[in-house]
């Protein structure tokens, strides 16, 4: 895969790490909610579309990250805080979060 396959759009953009990811609103395509908390993703496994979006929702008291491990995006979430990242092309996208590195993460995007 390469950079700008995907397009993110935190809600809180100060903790985005834009490494290949640009910004962008909605559009087509659904939102896939993600539930961050007791050291897990939840649902840990995904099966999207091109267009959809991934919402990851930290409901922790401490800072997550997902990173996916091929750099494609890296985004921090602190306590309370959504953020989104909006899948573009098909693919397998393996994340973890680099604070807590068993949590782990997968979407296929197809
Ligand atoms: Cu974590």
Not at 9 to 22: D, N, Q, R, T, Y
Not at 76 to 98: D, F, H, N, S
Request: aromatic residues 6%.
């Amino acid at each position: 895969m390469r950079p700008r396959a995907y397009v993110a759009s935190g809600l809180a953009l100060a903790s985005v790490v834009l490494a290949g990811v640009a910004l962008a609103g909605g559009g087509a395509g659904g939102v896939i909610r993600v539930t961050v908390g007791d050291l897990t993703f939840s649902p840990a496994s995904i099966t999207a579309k091109p267009g959809d979006t991934i919402e990851w929702v930290n409901g922790d008291f401490i800072d997550h990250t997902a990173t996916d491990e091929a750099a494609h995006f890296d985004i921090v979430m602190a306590p309370g805080e959504t953020q989104r990242v909006k899948l573009q092309e098909p693919g397998i996208i393996t994340y973890i979060c680099r604070y807590h590195p068993n949590m782990t993460g997968r979407i296929e995007v197809k």
